[in-house]
């Protein structure tokens, strides 16, 4: 079931709502190289189940596929102040628009995580409805 959590960076400076499905769609973990580099684990959505209630200003933004919020480009947003990385936003072809949420940027966790299920995604092959063969070092 949908709903809504409450989230932000470390520091505080950010703090953000996300309508997200923790127990039915479950979370996900991605082997792109962005992904892989900070061992990403994320729960998602559409862009409109985000909403930043605290700190636009604050975000940093880094687009590893081009322009931020351009067609089949994304940009990852983290707190400018204490670094930590909070969600992503964008499209990606296949997948369409979408937002995904740290998931231990999320208020309750990790407890919250104990039983959720996790989906890998081969993100590094554009094979996303997939796992990579290989998900030991994620």
């Known amino acids: 079931m949908k709903r809504t959590h409450k989230g932000g960076c470390h520091c505080g400076a950010i703090a953000y709502e996300a309508y997200i499905d923790l127990e039915g769609e479950g979370t996900f973990r991605c082997n ?6 900070h061992r990403s684990w994320v729960a998602g ?12 200003d604050k975000l940093g933004r880094y687009s590893a596929t ?4 351009q067609k089949n480009g ?9 670094g930590i990385r909070v969600f992503s936003r964008g499209e990606i072809e296949g997948l369409g ?14 407890e919250i995580l104990r039983d ?16 990579p063969a290989d998900t030991r070092g994620l």
């Not at 792109?32 to 580099?37: I, K, L, M, N, S």
């Not at 081009?66 to 919020?69: L, N, S």
């Not at 628009?97 to 990790?110: D, K, R, S």
Request: hydrophobic share 30%; glycine share 8%; proline share 8%.
């Open 32 to 37: 792109c190289t962005y992904c892989a580099a």
């Open 45 to 56: 959505g559409k862009p409109e189940d985000l909403r930043v209630t605290k700190g636009e």
């Open 66 to 69: 081009g322009p931020a919020r």
């Open 74 to 82: 994304h940009e990852h947003c983290f707190c400018s102040n204490c």
């Open 97 to 110: 628009p979408f937002m995904t949420v740290q998931v231990a940027t999320l208020e309750g966790a990790p």
């Open 116 to 131: 959720v299920k996790v989906t890998w995604q081969d993100g590094r092959h554009n094979n996303w409805r997939n796992p």
